[in-house]
């Protein structure tokens, strides 16, 4: 078989692992070839038992059409979801389901030169203790903060940016292909994709972490910007409180609205005599620091509810501004804040209703994710599989694809 008919078939699996089920009409649609061409193409995916036959489609008048999936074990995705201070190392079948424990790793990202070497040792034992053969690992997707090129494999930020490629020590280390791109951004790619701005032309994703990330889904595809640092949103200057940003800035939306801003401000009031259910809040373990204070809150916690709703309403002030600008038709509030759920909504949509013009908010929707704080992770895993039918491939899979 030629190289561009393998390539072919890695765009069918590519399509299929996207959409779930999907006839060979429709699969003809989606990569602009003949019927015929397809047809062959699935027929030889069902015969090396990558591709299965998965019923009928609905009924549109006529004969229902066959559809098929992709057999979710054919391949793994390794999803590495980073933060500043946390990683998580996750192996994802084609069905986007964890098949191995997810390794949890404190891995400080700031004055941390050695954080890139850390990484990729962790890496090399999560694959060496994974019980899966390489060969039937499609890639490495990685999703960190920071300004990230994914093209020339460098976060500016973080990762010792001035002495290594990242997607080059990674792939040199494990043996795998890597790809990287920022958090928010991948974040925005597995709503997209996956979760609630699916098949959208026009939506704004907010990743609620340590700092507030955005992604944008613009004209049907996803916007990164000239450098690929689009959707810095937690940088946009909203306030004269004298607060210095990690940015080095002051006054950013971040410095008001982020949960390590809502954290420390649990725990300073609280020291204060403020009443309410939280216990034991430490600055050390920010991230049981932030699951306890949107626990509360959705219990019904008075003290956590206004936190919360403090920094709803600013982070509505700052989608205000990007209604304005871009005009999108939905806004997912995602990441990790989504657990916290529906308690966001009413806050922003009370700093919609001050702040923007009626006529152009007027039909915007306001999602949580339904993905929440796994949406990293599966962005992490779409990103490998959004560029499968452009990623080498391991010398037996291709031999496979080729046969």
């Known amino acids: 078989m030629s190289e561009k008919q393998a390539i072919y078939k890695k765009s069918l699996i590519k399509h299929l692992y996207f959409n779930q089920k999907l006839s060979c009409a429709e699969l003809s649609a989606l990569t602009d070839k003949s019927l015929p061409h397809t047809a062959r193409a699935l027929n030889e995916l069902v015969e090396e038992g990558i591709v299965r036959e998965s019923g009928h489609a609905m009924s549109t008048g006529g004969r229902r059409p066959q559809v098929y999936a992709v057999n979710p074990d054919i391949m793994y995705v390794i999803s590495v979801a980073m933060d500043q201070f946390i990683t998580h190392i996750s192996i994802l079948d084609l069905a986007n389901q964890v098949v191995a424990k997810v390794e949890r790793i404190e891995l400080s990202l700031q004055l941390n030169p050695q954080a890139l070497q850390e990484l990729g040792r962790h890496l090399s034992h999560f694959i060496l203790n994974a019980g899966i053969d390489k060969e039937k690992i499609a890639g490495i997707g990685i999703g960190m903060p920071g300004f990230v090129d994914g093209q020339k494999g460098i976060n500016y930020s973080f990762l010792n940016p001035t002495n290594n490629n990242i997607i080059n020590y990674i792939e ?101 005599g403020r009443t309410s259910i939280l216990k034991n809040l430490s600055p050390e373990h920010l991230e049981e620091t932030s699951k306890a204070i949107m626990e509360a809150a959705v219990k019904g916690d008075k003290y956590a509810v206004e936190l919360l709703s403090q920094a709803a309403y600013h982070i509505g002030r700052g989608i205000a501004i990007l209604i304005h600008i871009l005009n999108p038709g939905l806004i997912v509030l995602s990441g990790r804040g989504a657990l916290a759920g529906r308690l966001w909504l009413a806050p922003v949509q009370q700093a919609l209703n001050e702040h923007c013009i009626p006529k152009i908010a007027e039909h915007i929707e306001i999602m949580i994710s339904p993905l929440g704080y796994n949406a990293e992770r599966l962005g992490a895993a779409a990103l490998i599989m959004e560029h499968f039918d452009e990623l080498p491939m391991h010398r037996k899979k291709q031999e496979l694809l080729y046969a």
């Open 172 to 272: 040199s280390v494990t043996g795998l292909p890597v790809l990287i791109d920022n958090d928010s951004s991948l974040i925005a790619l597995a709503e997209w994709k996956l979760g609630a701005a699916r098949n959208r032309r026009n939506a704004v994703v907010v990743n609620i972490s340590w700092g507030i990330g955005l992604g944008m889904i613009l004209n049907g595809s996803l916007f990164r910007g000239q450098n690929g640092f689009a959707g810095e949103f937690s940088h946009i200057p909203l306030f004269t409180n004298n607060k210095i940003c990690n940015c080095g800035k002051m006054g950013c939306l971040e410095t008001e609205t982020s949960l390590q801003v809502i954290a420390e401000k649990a725990i300073q009031g609280l020291k204060e």
